[in-house]
Every structure is written in C-alpha cells, then in structure tokens.
C-alpha cells in the first residue's frame, strides 16, 4: 500500500499558488488536492476548470479534484480537459451514481467516490469494485479549517474491511481536520491518501509537508 499526501490548496495563498504548489512537491506531496464547490451542493463557492486548467502543469503532482457539486456528470469531460486525473463525486449529489463514474472512467481519469460524514458507509459497498478510491469526509463539506468529527475513524476501518472482503487493493482517501496530531489515527485505521488543507498551507509550508510526509513514509 502506498501512503500519499494531498495537500488542499483550498487554504492557499493564491497570490503566489504556484510556488507554494511547488514546494509541496519538493517536499514529497505526491498529489495536489483541488475542492470545487458550487454553492448549490455545499453552501460555499471556490473555484473550477479555469484555475485548473492555468496551474495543473506548475507541478508534476496528480491533480485529486474533489467535486463538491450537484450532479458533477454534467461537467466530467470539462474537468478532463482542464487536467484532473482523478475526479472525485460524492454519492449524495449524483442521480445516477454508476453511470457518473463510468463516465470518469471512460473519460480516461480516476473515478474517485465521496460520503459526507452523516452517509453511512455501507451506502458505498456496492460500487467499490467500479470506483478507484474512496473518499471518507471526516468533516462537513464546504470549509477548511473544521474539526475532524471522530466517528469518521469507525466509517474508515468500516470501508478497509469491505474492500478487503471484496479482495480490493481500494486507495481509501480522508478529508477534513487532519493535523500532524490525528494523521496516524486515520493511517490506522485504513486511510491511505491524506488530504491536508490548514495543516500544511498555515505557519512553515515546507516544514509541514515534510512532516507530513515523513510521518507517512515511515508508517508504510
Ligand atoms: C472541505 C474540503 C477540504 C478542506 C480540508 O470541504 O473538502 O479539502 O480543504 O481542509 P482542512 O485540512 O483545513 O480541514
Ligand atoms: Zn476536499
């Protein structure tokens, strides 16, 4: 199993994103985490495919992008185009949840599944086998900076184990209040992709990540 952080640069310093997407690469960040909210699915609003499409190349990170958005299949070639590998849907906000991810799939990219944390996992058992990773929200959609609710914990070992019984090697993504104190926990429990947000981005960047990265390094 591989352990990978996502940083979220949802708490970026937008004046200068590029270099500080940098310096989480150089630091060992394998994957750079982009959360698109719409307003209608989350009560927020952050960015979408233009801002995409202008830094997905100032780093060779995988660009993980989290679609905090109603009926995310209406704009699934749009984010192919603009430079997401993995595009990430979240099961409450799709009609036909099968047919979003088939239409990720086919569009070349990762399909990634999301549960808000009032979702239970068993929701998600049946479409493992379709999706490449699982992302458990471990705190409300819509804001950085919230507490990690800790019932999340369960929802993770949960969804490790289901994979497991499905013979799935399945990436299992965390999102939300995750600090340098808590990370082992969710590693523990199953999580092998850490997104990041406040943790990273707030105080020494750099230190941060390589934190991060040892702590993640050293646990696989
Ligand atoms: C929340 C977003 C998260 C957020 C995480 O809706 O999906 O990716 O940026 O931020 P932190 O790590 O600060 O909780
Ligand atoms: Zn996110």
Request: hydrophobic fraction near 45%; charge should be negative; include cysteine.
């Amino acid at each position: 199993m591989r352990y990978i952080l996502a940083p979220s640069i949802l708490s970026a310093d937008f004046k200068v994103l590029g270099s500080q997407m940098k310096l989480t690469e150089e630091n060992g960040a394998e994957y750079l985490h982009f959360d698109v909210m719409d307003g209608m699915f989350v009560p927020s609003i952050s960015f979408g495919m233009p801002v995409l499409k202008s830094i997905h190349t100032a780093t060779g990170q995988v660009m993980d992008v989290h679609l905090m958005v109603q009926e995310p299949i209406r704009y699934v070639e749009a984010f192919k185009e603009a430079g997401a590998d993995i595009l990430t849907v979240h099961l409450e906000a799709c009609e036909d949840i099968r047919a979003t991810i088939k239409k990720i799939r086919d569009c070349g990219m990762k399909a990634g599944l999301s549960i808000c944390p009032e979702t239970d996992v068993e929701e998600a058992e049946e479409l493992l086998g379709e999706i490449d990773m699982l992302l458990i929200m471990s705190v409300h959609p819509g804001f950085g900076g919230q507490k990690f609710i800790p019932q999340s914990l369960e929802k993770i070992c949960t969804a490790r184990k289901m994979a497991k019984a499905q013979g799935l090697e399945l990436d299992i993504e965390v999102d939300g209040g995750i600090g340098h104190f808590n990370v082992r926990d969710v590693l523990d429990a199953g999580v092998n992709v850490v997104v990041a947000g406040s943790a990273v981005f707030e105080g020494d960047l750099a230190e941060n990540t390589k934190k991060f990265v040892e702590i993640m390094k050293n646990y696989g």
